[in-house]
């Protein structure tokens, strides 16, 4: 768990910008705007070093408050080109379009997807009722390997759900015109789509509450019609 201890602003500050910056269609620079309009002077780069260094312990305070996701896992992986190399991204949703969990790999087939079931399994804690894929033969293969005892299916528009929940990823794919590489795929689809969840929309859900007012650590020196925030 990384510290704040050295850091110029509270742990309330730094959780609310990168919930910010995860929980709506944000470049590093708009969050500096929004902060700058409550009195907190930030730059955006200290705003995307946060979001690297305390991201993932924030996805992690909001995963553990949650608990166990439904019985009903909609299963899908969306390709994504990295440096001329296509990878895929293998995302697991449960029947009320929560995110489970994320994995990136390179490949797409039973032995990829049996990694990924595992990690669903260590994660959750158990194994969910029923499992909705599309009808590729890699997603079955693995079920009856890793979960023999879980109903499989792949009816058609049975995974819409799991489809459905891609459409953010590319959004801001093309927002960052590409990611860079795959541990920043990872890195930050690991946060986004749990912020993205119903505990997760929230501010105050990871312990952190919305700075409506300038920091102590701050101070308004307004001159004419500019106003300026001083350490």
């Known amino acids: 768990m990384p510290s704040y201890r050295g850091y110029r602003f509270p742990p309330e500050i730094i959780s609310h910008a990168v919930w910010l910056y995860h929980r709506f269609s944000l470049s590093f620079r708009d969050v500096e705007d929004l902060l700058a309009e409550r009195g907190i002077t930030v730059t955006y780069e200290t705003i995307r070093q946060w979001c690297l260094t305390f991201g993932i312990d924030y996805a992690r305070r909001l995963r553990s408050r949650r ?80 979960m023999p005892s879980v109903v499989h299916r792949t009816d058609q528009y049975a995974n819409n759900r799991a489809e459905v929940s891609h459409e953010r990823t590319r959004q801001r794919e093309r ?57």
């Open 67 to 146: 608990g166990r996701q439904g019985d009903t896992w909609h299963l899908d992986e969306l390709f994504i080109r990295i440096q001329g190399r296509q990878q895929y991204l293998w995302r697991a949703v449960d029947e009320d379009g929560d995110e489970i969990d994320i994995l990136v790999q390179p490949r797409r087939n039973r032995r990829a997807a049996i990694q990924f079931f595992r990690k669903l399994l260590k994660t959750q804690g158990g194994t969910p009722r029923r499992l909705i894929t599309d009808k590729r033969p890699s997603a079955g293969a693995a079920c009856r390997t890793v």
């Open 175 to 231: 927002q960052m015109r590409g990611f860079k590489s795959v541990g920043h795929l990872q890195r930050f689809a690991s946060v986004h789509g749990v912020v993205q969840n119903r505990q997760g929309r929230a501010p105050s859900a990871a312990g952190c509450s919305s700075p409506r007012a300038p920091h102590p650590s701050v101070r308004r020196v307004e001159r004419g019609d500019v106003c300026f925030v001083t350490p």
